[in-house]
C-alpha cells in the first residue's frame, strides 16, 4: 500500500511560482539601488615638497588668489568679485605673452590659491568653481576653433580631447598654509 | 477566403513565458550586484555647497569619502566641526594620514572625496589635505551639487 502511493508522487516541483519570487526580489532591488553618481570639483594635491628646490617662474607666470577670512577675494593682491574671476582667469592664461603683466603662454599659466583658516567653505567653492569654468571656456573655445565641436563632445580617449587637454593644463596649485 | 482563415486558426496564440524566469533572474542579478546596501551613519550634518563646473566620478569603488561638518547632538543640535571617516568620528586630525595611506594601499587610484558642509570654515579642511598629502591620497574632489541656475 505505501508502494503504491509514492509513485503517485510527481518527481517534479511546481515552478509556476518561481518567477514571481523572482519578481518580488527584482523590485526589492530595483527600489534600493541607488545608481547616483558622485559629483563634485576635481583636484590634485601638491605632493609634501622634498628637499629640491621647486624650479623658478617667472612673476608674470603666477596669478595669486587669495581668499581672505572676510570671504573676500583677491587676485594678485587686487579685490575682485566672485563673478568676475572667470573673465580674469580666461585673459590671464590665453594671454600668449601679449601683455607684460600676464602669462606668456597657457602651458607656463599657474593659478595658486591660497586660503585663510577662516575662509568661509562656500565662497572658496564659488571661486574655484569659476576656475574651473574659466578652463572649461578656454578649453571649449579651442575645441570649437580646432575641429568644430564642444570640448564636452569629444569622447575621453581620444587624440584630440588630449590634444585640448595638453594645450590648456590645468595648472592649479594650492599654496603651502602658513 | 476560407483558406486564410483556416490558416489563422491554426496559429497558437500563447506567448511561451518559459524563459521569462530566466531574464527576471539576469536582471535580479544584475541589480543585486549592482546595489550597495552598507550607507555610513552620518555623525555629522553635511549640506553640500553648489557649483557649476562639476565632473562626474564613474568609478565608485575609487572613491572614499571624508565628512567635514558640525556633529549632530540630541534634539536636532548642532556641535562643534568634526570629521568622520567611513563610521568614527576622528578626535586626532593626525590620525587620518595612517587611515589614508592604508586605504591607498588597498586602492592606488584611490579619490578622496571631501564632503564639506557650506558653512565650515576653511581651516579644518586645510587641515585634512594636509594629512592628505602626508599620506600620498592627491586626488581628491569637492563633493558638490549642480547649481540650477
Redesign the interface.
Known amino acids: 500500500m505505501l508502494k503504491k502511493k509514492r509513485n503517485r508522487e510527481t518527481p517534479e516541483i511546481n515552478?509556476s511560482s518561481?518567477?514571481d519570487i523572482?519578481?518580488l526580489?527584482?523590485i526589492f532591488?530595483?527600489v534600493?539601488?541607488?545608481?547616483d553618481?558622485?559629483?563634485?570639483?576635481?583636484?590634485?594635491?601638491?605632493?609634501?615638497p622634498d628637499d629640491i628646490e621647486p624650479p623658478p617662474i617667472r612673476e608674470r607666470n603666477i596669478l595669486n588668489i587669495l581668499?581672505d577670512a572676510q570671504g573676500r577675494v583677491l587676485m594678485d593682491g587686487e579685490l575682485t568679485a566672485v563673478v568676475q574671476v572667470k573673465d580674469k582667469i580666461v585673459r590671464f592664461v590665453n594671454n600668449n605673452g601679449a601683455d607684460p603683466e600676464l602669462s606668456d603662454s597657457p602651458d607656463d599659466a599657474i593659478v595658486s590659491i591660497k586660503?585663510?583658516?577662516?575662509?568661509?567653505?562656500?565662497i572658496?567653492?564659488?571661486m574655484?568653481?569659476e576656475v574651473?569654468?574659466a578652463y572649461?571656456e578656454l578649453r571649449n573655445n579651442e575645441s570649437m576653433a580646432r575641429f568644430g565641436v564642444s570640448f564636452d563632445a569629444l569622447n575621453e580617449e581620444s587624440e584630440q580631447y588630449e590634444e585640448i587637454k595638453n594645450a590648456f593644463p590645468k595648472r592649479i596649485s594650492?599654496a603651502e598654509?602658513d | 477566403m476560407s483558406k486564410f482563415k483556416k490558416k489563422s486558426a491554426k496559429t497558437n496564440q500563447a506567448i511561451p513565458?518559459s524563459a521569462?524566469?530566466d531574464i527576471?533572474?539576469m536582471?535580479?542579478i544584475f541589480?543585486?550586484v549592482?546595489?550597495?546596501?552598507r550607507e555610513v551613519e552620518l555623525q555629522v550634518q553635511v549640506q553640500y555647497?553648489?557649483?557649476?563646473?562639476?565632473?562626474?566620478?564613474?568609478q565608485?569603488r575609487l572613491?572614499s569619502y571624508v565628512y567635514i561638518g558640525p556633529e549632530k547632538l540630541a534634539n536636532s543640535r548642532v556641535g562643534d566641526t568634526r570629521v568622520q571617516i567611513d563610521d568614527a568620528l576622528i578626535d586626532d586630525i593626525g590620525a587620518i594620514r595612517n587611515i589614508m595611506y592604508d586605504k591607498l594601499l588597498e586602492e592606488p587610484r584611490l579619490?578622496v572625496?571631501l564632503r564639506?558642509?557650506?558653512?565650515?570654515?576653511?581651516?579644518i579642511?586645510?587641515d585634512v589635505?594636509?594629512e592628505?598629502?602626508?599620506a600620498?591620497t592627491?586626488?581628491?574632489?569637492?563633493?558638490?551639487?549642480?547649481?540650477t541656475l
Not at chain 2, 592627491?138 to 547649481?147: D, G, H, K, Q
Open positions: 515552478g518561481l518567477a523572482a519578481f526580489l527584482l532591488f530595483l534600493v539601488t541607488t545608481i553618481v558622485d559629483t563634485g570639483i576635481g583636484l590634485v594635491l601638491p605632493p609634501i581668499v586660503t585663510d583658516r577662516r575662509t568661509p567653505y562656500n572658496y567653492i564659488d574655484l568653481d574651473m569654468g572649461a594650492i598654509p | 513565458t521569462m524566469p527576471v533572474f536582471l535580479l541589480f543585486m549592482t546595489t550597495v546596501l555647497s553648489r557649483a557649476e563646473n562639476i565632473e562626474k566620478i564613474e565608485k572613491v579619490i572625496s564639506v558642509d557650506q558653512e565650515s570654515e576653511f581651516g579642511v586645510t589635505q594636509q592628505l598629502r602626508h600620498g592627491l586626488r581628491i574632489n569637492y563633493s558638490t551639487l549642480f547649481e
